[in-house]
């Protein structure tokens, strides 16, 4: 019988010595899946995809393929291919016999593994490539050839191990669109790991957040944007305002929270005890120049413009406000009468209960 899902992590430990790697972690990725293990580093993720891999060895709990268990099965009988942010070609190899390489060494006629290659690298974009030297291409043409050779194996699962970490930043935006495009075409179930939030959010169909070993959310990366379930999530996953302060008054889902100013300000949490730290998407901030244009908002402040961050359409504003110990981070409008506004600025700054986030400290 096929399994409905391609594979499933149940309880899975990894101890070294007294410390947890990774901490009784359980998760499924779906057929043709695109799944992101985001984290810091030192978080655990690399030590998880290398006992999928089959390279290191659960303490505790089962890895299954496709419903059948790998505890035990080496990693060169394991239906899985790795790419490594090294990408680990063979530099004496053309890049038709980097490719063909895992088919000659599963006793595939040599004629027919040339063949399999060759269409390989024209489905990545490379046609016309094989007889060329690896040390010849460019950062974004290895990438390419690394996962052509992974594919060409057909495996149930690829795991990607950072493997946009060595490019440049203009090429790692461009090869995350085109990673994303060629898993919908070769439809094969990917598991990615990187530090990188923005190759998650973008390439994922869901992600999981991990932090000292556990996952803190598994969800879509609209999911973990907007409704964060932990402080960490919420902090890790873009860019957000994080401000500390006490629960003064809570009901339904809405809290006050008192700033150490003593300015109190409205948000959205189900937090039962006292001291709580609030988030605020930058995007979520609405700025005027003039108090009553944002008088719908609970959350009212003035401010003076102390820093103008500019990064084209990502632009944004560092604004001293009062009652604020940090600067508030506001998205700079592109048009209107604030787009040119200037260090120094006066300015008013507001924001939804919803939009403001509160947990636990």
């Not at 200037?342 to 403001?356: F, L, Q, R, S």
Request: glycine share 10%.
């Amino acid at each position: 019988m096929a399994s409905s899902t391609d594979l499933d992590i149940v309880n899975v430990t990894k101890r070294f010595g007294t410390h947890a790697a990774v901490d009784d972690v359980t998760f499924s990725v779906a057929p043709g899946e695109f799944f992101s293990i985001l984290g810091p580093s030192g978080c655990g993720k690399t030590t998880l995809m290398r006992m999928i891999a089959g390279f290191e060895h659960p303490t505790s709990g089962d890895i299954r393929i496709r419903g059948r268990s790998m505890i035990g099965v080496p990693a060169n009988k394991r239906p899985v291919n790795m790419v490594f942010q090294s990408l680990a070609l063979f530099p004496m190899m053309s890049v038709g016999e980097n490719v063909a390489y895992g088919l000659s060494c599963r006793g595939v006629p040599r004629e027919d593994a040339e063949e399999r290659a060759e269409r390989m690298l024209e489905r990545v974009g490379l046609k016309g490539f094989s007889e060329r030297r690896v040390t010849a291409l460019s950062g974004g043409q290895r990438q390419r050839v690394a996962i052509a050779r992974c594919l060409v194996l057909e495996p149930t699962l690829v795991l990607l191990d950072e493997p946009l970490g060595a490019l440049d930043l203009k090429l790692r935006e461009h090869m995350k669109i085109e990673l994303k495009q060629l898993q919908g075409t070769f439809n094969t179930t990917f598991v990615y790991i990187t530090h990188d939030q923005s190759e998650a959010l973008v390439m994922s169909d869901r992600i999981a957040v991990m932090n000292q070993g556990k996952f803190e959310q598994v969800g879509s990366p609209r999911d973990l944007y907007h409704n964060p379930a932990t402080p960490f999530v919420a902090s890790f996953v873009g860019e957000t305002n994080r401000w500390p302060g006490e629960i003064v008054s809570s009901s339904n889902g809405t809290v006050a929270l008192q700033l150490p100013s003593g300015m109190v300000t409205q948000g959205t949490g189900r937090v039962s005890q006292k001291s709580a730290v609030a988030f605020v998407r930058p995007e979520a901030i609405a700025l005027a120049p003039s108090q009553p244009a944002l008088r719908d908002l609970p959350n009212r402040f003035e401010g003076r413009v102390s820093a103008v961050l500019f990064d084209g359409a990502n632009s944004s504003l560092l604004i001293e406000t009062l009652g604020f110990d940090q600067p508030v981070r506001a998205v700079l409008p592109q048009a209107g009468p604030l787009a040119g506004i200037e260090v120094g600025a006066p300015i008013h700054v507001g924001w939804t209960a919803d939009a403001m986030k509160v947990f636990a400290a």
